[in-house]
């Protein structure tokens, strides 16, 4: 699902700007919700009210009707469109615990940082600094892939061109 929203995003904006555009979505299912209260892609849009303050107060009521805190997956697609109709594209998971105990402040853009837990390291996301957090090391990668492709291509333009002036 976040793939193909995040394709949609990706290419229609490059069409209406005529540049390379990178698109992120995400979604987020929560094991102990049930299937009618699962955010998927609406995470920020669970009530009428989208301020971070409000959402996250909705998700540590939520849990703590379900415990206190649940295991969750945030699923995230990178879509990366240019405007001669190539298209780079990514999926990935991040697993991590959310929990009804919030810990510090939201990050800017990131309502639910005081309530997750990074399970490798313990930490809450709140307390992490940009580069230690699981979406950014992933989207470095995507972006690491993308440079690499890159300069594929420019490598197998330079043999083409190479093959044609030598006639081989």
Not at 23 to 46: H, N, S, Y
Request: charge should be negative; glycine fraction near 8%.
């Amino acid at each position: 699902m976040t793939h193909c929203r995040s394709v949609i995003k990706a290419r229609a904006y490059c069409t209406q700007a005529n540049l390379p555009t990178l698109a992120i979505d995400g979604g987020l299912w929560i094991e102990k919700f049930p299937p009618e209260k699962q955010p998927g892609t609406r995470v920020k849009r669970v009530q009428s009210n989208d301020e971070d303050g409000d959402i996250l107060t909705y998700y540590i009521h939520e849990l703590a009707t379900v415990g206190g805190e649940s295991p969750c997956i945030w699923e995230s697609g990178l879509a990366l469109a240019f405007p001669d109709h190539r298209l780079i594209t990514e999926t990935y998971q991040t697993r991590s615990t959310l929990t009804s105990k919030a810990r510090g402040t939201a990050i800017s853009g990131i309502a639910l940082s005081p309530i997750t837990i990074d399970p490798m390291t313990g930490k809450y996301h709140s307390e992490m600094s940009l580069d230690e957090q699981p979406d950014v090391q992933n989207i470095k990668q995507f972006m690491q892939k993308i440079i690499g492709t890159v300069q594929n291509s420019e490598e197998q333009g330079k043999d083409i061109i190479s093959k044609s002036i030598n006639g081989r």
